[in-house]
């Protein structure tokens, strides 16, 4: 039953204005819910907004994109490993998975809700651009608030967070994260510089500077691969490379590992966690454990703690699709993949929205950046931008 119009306009515009409201302050709100003897979740503010607005599209009329189908297939393929191993997993652990699938399918519908605010004029597409880069400015200012102010969070190891030093990670507490927020926005502000909108130029300096003292080497990376899609000219291209070459040999190396960008000791431990999830893998190589039932399993096969933030992931979003989908979901990924560049627009965001396509692709070769809910938020913001059915 679809809600009344007066309503419905009045839910898809203000929600989205609350989401953009929630999203500078990552995981500094959330909720931490006991779901057993010293084991506990914790849901973002953001996650139960983004669940209100999936629910609200579900029961809207909106209009879905043309591939929304093979989004659907792959949530459904995210199940199949529940069935496969139910009786091998505990009440808590099934419901701790579960979780995890909500939420990847009301981003799912939270994608189509951005959609139909583009599709319906509700947000322009240079309105919805702009709040995207506002979103990453904001991620910036308070990153060098917290580097400048708060840099050593050593303390956060006892909670379940990694012991940074002297690193911008912002309110994600995460360099890694935080870095791709912040080259999303760069790139998009690069892009608008390449068109001569110099008045964005104060924009990119913020987000350079901060995307910088992440000392994040696969932000690092992203952004370079990214940005070199937007370069017409391999000259300007290499003078650019060359500036950020220069500019990261001048960055202070101040105290503790994480800034010294030749470490090799997180290298070391993102092999150890690849070997890990590929075993996970060979359990069911065809259907994968089911999303996200991953630290159910790095609990039981390799006595990972449960409450720790990196439990649920891998350092490879491939192998974390293949451990939770297997081949068959690898397959849909794939196959969705290439449905929907077939639908993108020759509107004036696509470089920018291919640029920033490519530095997550990159990025998440690292870590788990794709199923990361603020990246997977903003990026289908971005998504919805450039679709041809929009306007």
Known sequence: MALSKKVNLFLSKYLFYLYLVL????????????????????????????????????????????????????????????????????????????MYLIRLTSYSLFFVYGFNLILQKQISRDKMTDYLISLSLAVSIFGLVQYFFIPDLRDLMYVGWDDHLYRLVSTYLDPTYTGIIITFGALLVLYLLKLRKLQYLPVFIVLSVALFLTYSRASYIAFIVGSATLFTSKKYFYLFL?????????????????????????????????????????????????????????????????????????DSQILTILATTGIFGLLLVITLIIKIYSNISKSDYSNAFKACSLALLVHSSFSNSLFYPFVLGYYFCMLAINLRDSP
């Open 23 to 98: 999203f500078p302050f990552g995981v500094l709100i959330k909720l931490r819910i006991g779901i057993s003897d010293g084991e506990a979740i914790s849901v973002n503010l953001i996650d139960i907004l983004v669940f209100v607005i999936a629910v609200v599209t579900l029961f809207s009329n909106k209009k879905l994109p043309k591939f929304f189908y093979y989004i659907a297939s792959l949530l459904f393929a995210s199940m199949i490993g529940y069935v496969i191993f139910f009786e091998k997993l505990t009440p808590v652990q099934h419901f701790r998975g579960l």
């Open 242 to 314: 060359g500036v950020f070459m220069v500019i990261l040999l001048l960055l202070p190396r101040k105290e503790g590992f994480g800034v010294r960008l030749e470490r090799t000791h997180s290298i070391f431990a993102k092999f150890g966690n690849y070997s890990q999830t590929y075993q996970l893998f060979k359990k069911s190589p065809l259907f994968g454990v089911g999303f996200n039932n991953i630290c159910s399993f790095r609990t039981e096969e390799f006595n990972d703690d449960p409450n720790s933030h990196a439990c649920s992931g891998s």
